[in-house]
């Protein structure tokens, strides 16, 4: 359980170290649940300087100032998985860098086996988020 902002970071800061070129963290939750809170920290752990924004109406930012390049999904607006072949996202997906991808649920069938899924749920109290993690082996 993250009890709040300074958890999040911890483990934001910490899952960066893991990733690798080809990482692919999918992030499932309802509105305000952290989502790009966790990017963010995800963001600094790989070095980015640039703020971290959510991509909504971009679908996609680019970030290339850290140890990885980052490609930050927003796919709340995608209608139809069809967009995202139409964004070229298997470039992003199975390049150098390493993807985060919001709303990874509307977009599932096309999210890899081997990717980092995280439920993210509201906790009992005020800032608290439950993480459900599959993908990644304990210890973070």
Not at 11 to 18: E, I, K, S, Y
Not at 79 to 94: I, K, P
Not at 129 to 135: C, D, K, L, N
Request: hydrophobic share 40%; glycine share 10%.
């Amino acid at each position: 359980m993250i009890k709040d902002e300074k958890q999040t970071k911890e483990f934001g800061l910490r899952l960066a170290d893991r990733l690798v070129p080809g990482s692919i963290v999918a992030l499932i939750g309802n509105l305000g649940t952290g989502k790009t809170a966790l990017t963010k920290y995800i963001a600094e752990g790989l070095g980015i300087k640039e703020t971290i924004t959510s991509p909504t109406f971009t679908i996609v930012q680019e970030y290339y100032d850290g140890r990885l390049p980052l490609y930050h999904f927003d796919v709340y607006r995608i209608n139809d998985v069809e967009e995202m072949f139409e964004l070229g996202y298997e470039e992003y997906f199975f390049g150098k860098g390493v993807c985060i991808v919001e709303w990874a649920d509307l977009i599932s069938e096309i999210i890899p086996e081997d990717a980092i899924v995280i439920n993210i749920s509201y906790g009992e109290n005020e800032g608290e988020r439950i993480y459900e993690i599959t993908g990644l082996e304990a210890g973070l």
